[in-house]
Every structure is written in structure tokens, then in C-alpha cells.
């Protein structure tokens, strides 16, 4: 069975960084896309970052480009999400996914999720 667990989260003030890690098992990981989301408090989940572990590239929604960065280590099966000069609202529980790769768009439709880990960023 597929399985996601993600970990990092925490407290932090604004202006700080987290790392976030997302350990995957279950499947080959370079034909996955691996992506973050996340949901805020009376908010819907969105996406954050998207990495197609097939080419290695990274998308990010523009909220958090220039801000975030997303890599792996394929020999661990770790994608991470690392944040700089974090916000109030960047404050949400945190969620990793991954998608079978096709032709297309990437980290549209994830069919196994972890089970999140909360960022809180102070003022």
C-alpha cells in the first residue's frame, strides 16, 4: 500500500524557515509527482508546490514563488518543501500527495495523501 508521512512542521515567527519533509513508500517513486497542499482555518484546500519526479521540475502557485522551494532526495524517497521569509498566512496544516505520472498537468488529482503536519507563523 502507498504511504505518505509528512513531519517539520511548527512554530515559527514571521520572517523564519521550516523545512518540510514528505517520506513516501509503496510505489516507484520517479513515476510519481509529488505534491504539497494546504488548508488554512475556514479555507479550502490548495495547492502549494508540485515536483514531477519524472524531469525533476518544480511548479509553485504564486503565493509562495520565490518563497518556497521544492526538491527530493530519491535516495531516501523524500520530497521537501523548504519555506523562507514565512507569513501569518502561511499558517495551515500542511499536506503531501502523489499522482501517477501522465501526459499533462501534474498534481491535479492525487490519489494518496498524508496525514498532514501544522505550520504556525506568528506576527
Known amino acids: 500500500e502507498v504511504h505518505l508521512v509528512e513531519s517539520g512542521g511548527g512554530l515559527v515567527q514571521a520572517g523564519g524557515s521550516l523545512r518540510l519533509s514528505c517520506v513516501v513508500s509503496g510505489f516507484t517513486f520517479e513515476d510519481y509527482a509529488i505534491g504539497w497542499f494546504r488548508q488554512a482555518p475556514g479555507k479550502e484546500r490548495e495547492g502549494v508546490s508540485c515536483l514531477d519526479n519524472g524531469n525533476g521540475r518544480g511548479y509553485y502557485a504564486d503565493s509562495v514563488k520565490g518563497r518556497f522551494t521544492i526538491f527530493s532526495d530519491s535516495a531516501e524517497n523524500t520530497v521537501y518543501l523548504q519555506m523562507d521569509s514565512l507569513k501569518p498566512e502561511d499558517t495551515a496544516v500542511y499536506y503531501c500527495?502523489?499522482?501517477?505520472?501522465?501526459?499533462?498537468?501534474?498534481?491535479?488529482?492525487?490519489?494518496?495523501w498524508g496525514q498532514g503536519t501544522r505550520v504556525t507563523v506568528s506576527s
Open positions: 500527495a502523489a499522482e501517477t505520472i501522465t501526459v499533462g498537468p501534474q498534481c491535479l488529482s492525487p490519489e494518496h
